[in-house]
């Protein structure tokens, strides 16, 4: 799908030799953010033009830094070929339309080694000095940010009890405290099969290209395994998710049982944060298709909350927060504005 660009980007493509390109806009993610592939009729070359809102610049200057930095330990961040932040304009090389997720799609018998693949690079990142200067998110940090599923989801299905976040605020921070208080990792938050672009032309840590790391932030080494393994878009064999633990906890000398319950209370309050933020981008920015997704992030909140060292704090969710069925999804749909 063409889109027209705007004076200033045009201005930029021409500085950055790229005025001649032709131009096709890429399907977007949950951000503002919106995505063209450029491509050089006369040598085929492509690039990704990345468009920001205003305001921007900071965030650009941020996924800018991250980025430099998983190059500098031998990761795939994509090249900046040219940026002018101020703008909200930056061209990126581009890693093609191979996400990890399409290739899994495409080769169902290949996901336990793939994601074997994506498991590995959480381990070298873990192993590697982490970037300075990265904000830390742990207990502290993480708790509140669950307000989202009682602001944005609970109350706005009229089911449940949303006076309950203070006391189930006070529980995950106390369960994180206790099974996964560190935040001695870098930990890059969305990392996901989507997010993730096969490179078959690199090797090793570099055969998977990163995208979307610019919220990167100190933490526990159990996040970036979970976003992996409870992929809100996807569901992934159970024999795939054990492999991928049991690789992990046997490479970095964990103990199983601490380590399946770091898991657990991360992706709670992970899960819980999601099933809000979805609610809010279906209500507030029109996003209807990411309610869709809920039924499987809920499931994933559940197994999360078996686990029997949250036990207190799934009565308390379960009491406090209805299941996504079909009459709470009806209720936030009514809710979305019209196209």
């Not at 950055?16 to 503002?32: F, K, Y």
């Not at 830094?65 to 990761?75: D, T």
Request: charged share 20%; aromatic share 6%.
């Amino acid at each position: 799908m063409a889109e027209t660009l705007t004076e200033t980007a045009r201005h930029f493509l021409d500085g950055a030799g790229w005025g001649g390109a032709l131009h096709e806009l890429l399907r977007g993610d949950a951000s503002a953010r919106r995505y063209l592939r450029l491509t050089r009729p006369d040598s085929g070359d492509t690039a990704i033009l990345m468009v920001c809102p205003p305001g921007s610049a900071s965030e650009m200057a941020r996924f800018a830094q991250v980025g430099a930095h998983l190059r500098a330990v031998g990761l795939s961040a994509p090249d900046i070929l040219a940026e002018a932040m101020s703008d909200g304009l930056m061209l990126l090389e581009d890693f093609g339309d191979a996400s990890m997720a399409a290739f899994v799609d495409n080769a169902p018998e290949a996901e336990q080694a793939i994601y074997l693949s994506a498991t590995k690079i959480v381990h070298y990142l873990h192993a590697v000095p982490p970037m300075e200067g990265l904000h830390p998110y742990g207990p502290a940090q993480m708790a509140p940010l669950v307000d989202l599923a009682f602001t944005d989801y609970a109350a706005a299905t009229g089911k449940g009890d949303p006076g309950a976040l203070p006391a189930i605020e006070a529980l995950l921070r106390s369960a994180l405290q206790t099974l996964a208080p560190d935040t001695d990792v870098m930990i890059l938050r969305d990392y996901h099969a989507e997010n993730l672009m096969v490179l078959p032309e690199r090797s090793g840590v570099r055969a998977l290209g990163l995208l979307d790391f610019q919220d990167a932030l100190s933490g526990h080494r159990a996040y970036d395994l979970v976003s992996l393994l409870e992929d809100a878009r996807r569901d992934i064999s159970e024999s795939t998710r054990l492999a991928c633990i049991s690789w992990y906890v046997h490479e970095n000398a964990l103990d199983p049982e601490a380590f399946e319950a770091a898991l657990a209370v991360q992706g709670a309050q992970r899960n819980l944060r999601i099933l809000g933020v979805f609610a809010r981008l279906a209500r507030a920015r029109g996003k209807p298709g990411y309610l869709d997704l809920m039924p499987r992030v809920w499931g994933h909140l559940q197994r999360d909350l078996d686990h029997p060292a949250l036990a207190d704090l799934r009565t308390a969710v379960l009491a406090a927060i209805p299941a996504p069925e079909a009459d709470v999804m009806e209720r936030l749909r009514q809710q979305c504005p019209a196209p």
